[in-house]
């Protein structure tokens, strides 16, 4: 009879007793340090709790955090005396959590280490919010200086899907547009591949073209979190969740839509760094401003302002709140969403469920205002509460959607606001779009010749303040694309603005039912600029291009 050798077997025999003495001897160690003996191979790894201690610090303290029960948590270590496993214990109670210390082998360590391998960024909270390590996010930040290194970035994070989690590209994806300041992400499937773009400065970059297998997974995933339903598939949905950063929490709204091939996403980027911009740099003109800053300091009448979506209304209607806000006046917004948090105003949020505009703007006259904000106007009611409102000693601010500052006045009349008081409450309608900014690394100097001076010169002839008329025509500024701007020659945005001021010869345009046509006319006189004339002075003085503002309005007569 022939007895064979199996090597491997007896290999394995020799590594599990080797590593059952290990973990006897770790477990008489316990009770020379006083502390709970563990063994990590039989215990699962709670990774919310491993993701509280950064790989690196638990890898050189010989430690990992594997149970969190509300704020208790435990930490299991080698040597429970290292200084540095200490100082693990002393991060974890600075934020606010109770830890307890146990024993444990370093076999079980290696075992608690590979789910980091595995860990995504981020974890969704019960209250719909993906919350992102800001190491990691900051790590991806500080190398994603350009598009390109973006680009880079989530060619590896698509391609290496089998070692990561799908959040992980997710996140990697949001992080990125984060990066360069993108204010939305599409993604966009095709018959054989899915289609990532950014939006950058109003104007769409593709990125990166990936698997529709990775893609259903993603999709699945931004479901979840956005808290819309997995199974419909044929209707469109809308939803939203929050990232939490140290800058604050940025809320991303989402849209997906039944499409030929799949359904595609858009995800559109609340970054409060963005809001946040003090009125002065909106980019309104000087003479204007004067004017918006008087009428702002009134004790009541309502400034309206107007445009398409994305067209920085929200953004001006911040800046307006930051310049009034003192500790003598109660101010209530209501916003879909809270896109930026002010310390000492009362932000309220509506939803479809009952809290819209017109029920949080009847609960907002019952809070004893000074000012109100409201972020939309969408309908008769609530159109007609503002106006009383505006009316009855509230100072008033929101926007409309019409295309210029004359067809605002038509607009209430068509939801139902009685034309005889709108001039009693409107005290300023402005309409405004956005413009890209030229880059000021690599713009080129350009003579205005030709079409560009017909259409510049002509433009000029018809402000009526000759004070607001740039003495030098004769050059402008060209997009030309370097590094520092990825290429497209634009790096940030600025506004173009139009008012039209409430006076005599208006209001009996509106009271007569007169059309923006006509509104425009009984304005001449006020000497303020339209938004082309703001635009052609904007290229005049190298602020943005003349291509880059025919992309946005017409200038043609």
Known sequence: MTIQFDEDKARQRYSDMLHKEEEDAVQMLSAK???????????????????????????EAK????????????????????????????????????????????????????????????YESKAGSLEISSEEVAAIIDKAKSLPTVISILENTVSAKKSYRISRILETIVAGALAVDASDVHLEPEETYVRLRYRLDGVLQEVLQFDN??????????????????????????????????????????????????????????????????LEELGIHPKLLDILKKEMDRPDGMILTTGPTGSGKTTTLYAFLKRVHNPGVKIITLEDPIEYHLPGIVQTQVNDKGYDFLEGLRAAVRQDPDIIMIGEIRDGETANIAINSALTGHLVFSTLHTNDAGGTFPRLVDLG?????????????MAQRLVRK?????????????????????????IEDKNLVPA??????????????????????????????????????VQSGASDRE???????????????DGVIKVLSGTTSLDELQRVISIED
């Open 472 to 509: 030098d025509r004769t050059k402008m500024w060209t997009a030309v694309g370097c590094d520092k701007c990825n290429k497209t020659g634009y790096k940030g945005r600025v506004g173009i603005y139009e008012a039209i001021l409430m006076n005599i010869d208006v209001e009996k345009a």
């Open 438 to 462: 030229l880059c000021q690394y690599c713009k080129k100097e350009a003579a205005v010749e030709g079409e560009a001076a017909r259409e510049i010169e002509g433009t000029m002839a018809t």
């Open 417 to 429: 606001v009685n034309p005889n008081i709108i001039p009693s409450a409107l005290r300023v309608s």
């Open 519 to 533: 509104i425009w006319q009984a304005a001449k006189g006020q000497g303020l600029l339209t938004m082309k004339q």
């Open 213 to 278: 297998e990775t893609y259903g997974l993603l999709l699945s995933r931004v479901k979840l979190i956005s808290g819309m339903k997995l199974n419909i598939k044929k209707d469109s949905q809308d939803g939203r969740f929050s990232i939490r950063l140290p800058i604050g929490d940025i809320e991303v709204r989402v849209s997906v839509l039944p499409g030929a091939y799949n359904e595609s996403i858009v995800m559109r980027l609340l970054n409060p760094k963005s809001i946040s911009v003090p």
């Open 33 to 59: 340090y006083n502390v709970e003996y563990v063994n990590l191979l039989n215990t699962p790894v709670n990774t919310d709790a491993l993701r509280l201690v950064n790989e690196s610090a638990s890898r």
């Open 63 to 122: 430690a990992a955090a594997y149970s969190l029960l509300d704020k208790k948590i435990k930490v299991a270590a080698r040597n429970p005396d290292d200084p540095k496993v200490a100082a693990i214990l002393t991060d974890l109670r600075t934020k606010g959590y109770d830890p307890e210390l146990t024993i444990c082998s370093s076999q079980g360590l290696e075992k608690a280490w590979k789910a980091y391998k595995d860990l995504s960024f981020s």
